[in-house]
């Protein structure tokens, strides 16, 4: 299993966990010690978990810190271009949204001197499956560089093949020191991963541990389920199935104007839901969702007005037709009801 990990992600090492946000506080504590800093940055709309090191670096709602103790974390925008923090229009803006790590975060909040890690999500997922242009990951990945503070991706969302690649990081080019992985990795069952080069996971022995990560069970399930969509070549599959989902969405966004943006990498797609003067409409939101799922498909919220698209890798272009089909059927009802 070590061996399939290490081939599929380029990375030397693995550490094996129970869960995604156990992934996140075992990258946490690894740039803790490799850099003798306390300070961490993440994300407007992040999400990576709800255990306390990673409650610290989730930032989609605040009530989910409500009354608990958070680390030292300081927060920077995301490449939301559909709603620009800066009002600015991709590609003339020039990501200013990554280059407030140095020109704010980095002068104002959290001395680099005193950053150990900057934690991404390739693409945030309860934050609403939001895509940044290429040039976000890569400007912040320079950053990183530049002021020696080590970049982690969560991956745990978006990583196992779900936008097309095993790292979701290789849609933009861009390597971190330290993946993240969950999920999908577990085959079903429960399992967590963080992957890093050998030379910056070498903190002795006992330094972290836990009871059953990498246990014989959970990691047979990943081995089996990474050997078979290996085998059905589902990168390529992943992406041309994406490819058809959002053109399909696109096509019905031209009769229903209450679809505001269409945006996805493979099979992780959002369409974010909107009144007439594009404002968030959550209420029409989650009508449709209800109606969805008595048209016989379940589709889940993320973000302030977004349904996400997350079905099963092994998708049928059949089961993807029929469950565009009940969408728009959704849709339709949704409008009478309104």
């Known amino acids: 299993m070590q061996k399939k990990l290490e081939d599929l992600s380029g990375y030397s090492k693995v550490f094996y966990c129970n869960s995604g946000t156990e992934a996140v506080e075992a990258a946490i504590k690894l740039a803790f010690w490799k850099t003798k800093r306390q300070g961490l ?8 978990g709800r ?6 670096l989730t930032c989609s709602k ?30 003339s803006c020039g990501i200013e949204c990554a280059k407030e790590l140095e020109n704010l975060i980095f002068r104002r909040e959290l001395s680099p001197t005193d950053t150990a890690a900057v934690f991404v999500e390739p693409v945030q997922g309860e934050g609403g499956y939001i895509v940044p242009p290429p040039e976000f990951h890569k400007e912040v990945r320079r950053i990183c560089t530049d002021n020696d503070v080590l970049l982690v991706a969560d991956e745990v969302q978006a990583g196992c093949f779900r936008t097309g690649p095993f790292l979701a990081m290789e849609n933009f080019g861009v390597k971190a020191e330290i993946s993240c992985f969950a999920k999908a990795l577990g085959g079903g069952l429960p399992l967590g991963a963080i992957l890093a080069d050998r030379e910056l996971m070498d903190w002795p022995q006992g330094v972290h541990s ?16 990474l050997e078979f969509l290996e085998k059905e070549n589902i990168e390529h599959r992943v992406k041309e199935l ?21 945006r996805g990498l493979g099979l992780m797609v959002g369409v974010e839901i909107v009144k007439p003067d594009k404002s968030i409409d959550p209420i029409r939101r989650d009508r449709i969702l209800r109606e969805a799922f008595k048209e016989g498909i379940l589709l889940l919220p993320c973000g302030d007005s977004v349904i996400r698209f997350s079905p099963p890798l092994v998708i049928t272009d ?21």
């Open 242 to 262: 994406g490819s058809q989902m959002k053109q399909r969405l696109r096509e019905l966004q031209e009769n229903f104007p209450c679809i505001g943006d269409v």
């Open 41 to 48: 940055i993440s994300f407007y709309n992040s999400f990576h």
């Open 51 to 56: 255990t306390l090191g990673s409650l610290s």
């Open 62 to 91: 605040a009530r989910q810190k409500e009354h608990f103790p958070v680390l030292h974390t300081a927060h920077s925008h995301y490449a939301y271009c559909y709603r620009c923090p800066f009002k600015l229009e991709y590609p």
């Open 318 to 338: 059949e089961e993807l037709d029929s469950g565009i089909e009940k969408f728009q059927k959704a849709m339709k009802k949704s409008r009478i009801l309104s």
């Open 210 to 225: 836990n009871t059953f990560g990498g246990n014989l069970l959970a990691s047979a399930a990943s081995f089996a389920s």
